[in-house]
C-alpha cells in the first residue's frame, strides 16, 4: 500500500481541498504497510501540526486517493 499525506491548517475540510499547492508540507510513503506506521512518522517529521494520510495505486489518479486518517494537533 502506498500512502500521500500533507499538513492542513484545517483538518475539517472535505477531501483535498485543503492540499497545499507546493512546499515541504507533503510527502509519498512507500516503505510502511500500516497508517498506524505512517502517522507515527509524521507525528515525528512533522510536531505539533494537522496532517491527512491518504492510500493510492496511482498517484496521478485523484480517483483511487482515499481518505484513511485524520491527525488532529
Known sequence: MQFYSYV??????????????AGDRRTIIRDLRTVRGVARRLERAWPG??????????????????????HRA
Open 8 to 21: 492542513t491548517e484545517t483538518p475539517d475540510a472535505p477531501g483535498q481541498t485543503d492540499e497545499p499547492i
Open 49 to 70: 501540526k494537522s496532517f491527512k494520510i491518504f492510500s493510492f495505486t496511482n498517484i496521478y489518479d485523484a480517483r483511487t486517493h482515499r481518505l484513511v486518517h485524520i
